[in-house]
């Protein structure tokens, strides 16, 4: 079983839509939790960071942690054309700092 | 903050040469860093984290003779692809955390290597 786990898509909505992103995890003992926005031929930038259950909302991103269930999930409000990338999770467990990262899922948003 | 930088972010080099990226923190010290590299279409792989003024701890699968890792100071980490063959073209990123926060990792841009 893979540490993290997400669709690879490609995920299409229309602009101006909510995307959903979603991502599971096997560890029950990692504690933070991050999604990272890669552009083609990019490396990853930090968009979302969360350690507690609930929701976290930045601007038109909100990231939804639920620890009983292992999983985390981006939704992205107001979907723009530049919003078009990969995104991948990442989940820390706490020892040494290591990341494991998802597979990423491509998210194609269309004028 | 939090800035990362890699240097070169291209290069190409002939097969059998060894090629050294390297990867500085600007504004933080970073007592550690990470190594990855990601195929196309693919994720991130860890290959390696590196601990200032101590050796690198490598993955599985990752030869620590070919990809040599040297963090000799706080802000500064290197990789040295040694006697690079075309399989090994690739892009390579590296990360830090800032000391102090919640593991939160910040990437350089990535080199991209092609070796011919």
């Known amino acids: 079983q893979k540490e993290v786990e997400q669709n690879s898509g490609p995920l299409s909505v229309p602009e101006g839509a909510i995307a959903s992103l979603n991502c599971t995890y096997s560890?029950?003992?990692?504690?933070?939790f991050f999604w990272y926005r890669q552009y083609s031929g990019k490396s990853p930038e930090l968009i979302m960071s969360?350690?507690?259950?609930g929701d976290k909302e930045d601007g038109r991103f909100t990231a939804q942690l639920n620890k009983a269930s292992q999983y985390v999930s981006l939704l992205i409000r107001d979907s723009q054309p530049s919003d078009s990338a990969t995104y991948l999770c990442?989940?820390?467990?706490?020892?040494?700092?290591?990341?494991?990262f998802g597979t990423g899922t491509s998210l194609t948003v269309i004028p | 903050g939090a800035v990362v930088s890699q240097h070169p972010s291209r290069v190409i080099c002939k097969s059998g040469t060894s090629v050294k990226i390297e990867c500085r923190s600007l504004?933080?010290?970073?007592?550690?860093m990470f190594w990855y590299r990601q195929f196309p279409k693919q994720s991130l792989m860890l290959m390696a984290t590196?601990?200032?003024?101590?050796?690198?701890?490598?993955e599985q699968g990752v030869e620590k003779d070919k990809f040599l890792i040297n963090h000799a100071s706080l802000t500064l980490s290197t990789l040295t692809v040694t006697s690079a063959h075309p399989e090994d073209s690739s892009f390579y990123i590296c990360?830090?955390?800032?000391?102090?926060?919640?593991?939160?990792?910040?990437f350089g841009p990535g080199t991209r290597l092609t070796v011919t």
């Open positions: 990442a989940v820390n467990r706490g020892t040494g700092n290591q990341f494991y």
């Open positions: 590196s601990n200032e003024g101590s050796k690198a701890t490598y």
């Open positions: 560890d029950r003992g990692s504690q933070s």
């Open positions: 504004d933080f010290q970073a007592t550690t």
């Open positions: 990360s830090a955390s800032v000391p102090g926060t919640i593991d939160v990792q910040y």
């Open positions: 969360i350690y507690s259950n």
